[in-house]
């Protein structure tokens, strides 16, 4: 079974080229300004566009008003928006039902209890992206969680891991959890938001040896 690989976090166009080339199957662009990674929408239009249909592409969003959404689905046309702050699934759900888009949400896995609290995003979003708890920033912080959480737990929606994933664990991580799909940003780069090409395609070719 081919595991999906999502790179996120690209903000030039030879970082979008070097996740394309390696294979990955969906990029992330992050629109969010406190992040080292955020892109204008106008950029991240740009590499939607530089992307064309060779990867899906996801924009992120954290806590953003409505007329933001709407303006990022607008200009960017991504092929999912992925939330990743502390959204409702009421606002989910009608993201969903009006964009043209797949609608994502990434959830902090701190224990057990998480995995019963995500029910609530059933039918509202068409993947759970588990990842290490909110710190300062709402992901790319290098912080794995405990994966053993995610051991023989019966998924009832679309799912995959993020937080902490390297080139040397991602194959580990899977491993642990069975991920159909791993999402890396700051694993594979040399300095905040500044992604590394050889290490893009080492995380590939570990995915790949999976």
Known sequence: MTTFV????????????????????????????????????KTAA???KRAGRHVEVALLLVNASQQLTGEALAA??????????NESPEWLAVVK?????????????????TLERIQKYQGAADRILFDAP???LPGG???????SLLKNHRHTMDWGVAGGLTPANVAEAIAATGAPLVDVSSGV?????VKDVDKIAAFLKAVAAC
């Open 6 to 41: 999502k790179i996120c976090g690209l903000s030039t166009p030879e970082a979008v080229d070097a996740a394309i080339e390696q294979g990955a199957t969906h990029i992330g662009l992050v629109h969010y300004e406190p992040s080292p990674r955020h892109v204008d929408l």
């Open 46 to 48: 740009e590499l939607r």
């Open 76 to 85: 960017v046309r991504p092929d999912i928006i992925q939330f990743h702050g």
């Open 97 to 113: 039902r009006i964009a043209p888009a797949q609608v994502w949400k990434a959830v902090g896995l701190k224990d057990a209890g």
């Open 134 to 136: 909110a710190a300062a």
């Open 141 to 147: 912080t290098g912080t794995r969680f405990d994966w």
């Open 189 to 193: 780069e040399s300095a905040p938001g």
